[in-house]
């Protein structure tokens, strides 16, 4: 159990240093592969050791081996939380295949995450990869298709409806997907809870920026929902059958 954690926490890190590349090269239409991993500064090719996941960047100080710039934290951080969700989910599930899943997911709607409230735009590539996964996240595969196109057609009209109300777009269509992917990795009961509780934590956002002409993401804060309800599932069964019996 200990090994099996230890290689999903080792591949999260791999991983996370890859989300790196999709996060910055996806928005700008840049190829993922060509060229290889530079510095953005100087354009020098790095060395091998200068892309070990989170070390790296500790190793060189924060700083670009040749030009001496600042390396952007976003990189370490990003490596560690993918990372640091592999091995949550593996805590949570103890199954090596849904844990890769499933981590998989969760670090897919992180980057997706980062590059909403960086560009205000949402890849469909990696929102309909995040998607794809979280049908495959358990052994009800035909069910996590049911559930996902059941949210993914009631976002579509709550879309219609509070756009209608507010007279200007409220939600997105990477939000529907979003909502998909809610609805596949967690069922109907505890995927009203998520969309319930990124309300309450978009809330206070929302209400500091009322009368400020500003764009807020709303995905942020479905994936942090998402995150918790998934991994608190007990506890929001329990909250959502006193709620509704």
Known sequence: MVVEAGILVLFGLLFGSFLNVLILRIPKEESIVFPGSHCTSCNNKLKWWHNIPLFSWLILGGKCHFCKDKISIQYPIIEFLTALLFGLVYYKLEDVTYSFIVGLV????????????????????????????????????????????LYAGGFALLRFYVSYIVKKEALGEADIMIAATIGAMLGLKLGVMAI??????????????????????????????????????????????????
């Open 196 to 245: 319930f509780l990124s309300a309450i934590i978009a809330l206070p956002v929302f209400i500091i920026i009322k009368d400020r002409d500003l764009e807020v993401p709303f995905i942020p804060f479905l994936t942090v929902a998402l995150f918790i309800v998934y991994m608190f599932d007990g506890f929001f069964i329990e909250v959502f059958e006193k709620m509704y019996g």
């Open 106 to 149: 969760f670090a897919l709607l992180l980057a997706l995450s980062l590059i909403d409230i960086r560009y205000k735009a949402v890849p469909d590539s990696l929102n309909l990869a995040a998607l794809t996964l979280a049908v495959f996240a358990s052994s009800a595969i035909l069910t996590n298709i049911t559930n996902a196109l």
